[in-house]
């Protein structure tokens, strides 16, 4: 995948992570509000990962 593909699928993660948090927070279900909080973070990672390979080329 290339940059580009990577910071839009953190994106993504990232909304719908913020989303799944303040569904569980609203609905007190702490299971799907960590859940938001871990799909977060994933999508933190992954736009990580896509600044990576825009600094270092695609190729890594």
Do not use: F
Not at 17 to 35: C, S
Not at 53 to 59: M, Q, S
């Amino acid at each position: 995948m290339g940059e580009l593909t990577d910071k839009i699928k953190g994106n993504v993660n990232e909304m719908v992570g913020k989303a799944k948090e303040a569904l569980g927070d609203h609905n007190r279900d702490a299971d799907m509000k960590a859940e938001g909080q871990a799909q977060q973070v994933e999508g933190k990672g992954q736009q990580l990962k896509g600044s990576v390979k825009g600094a270092l080329g695609d190729n890594i």
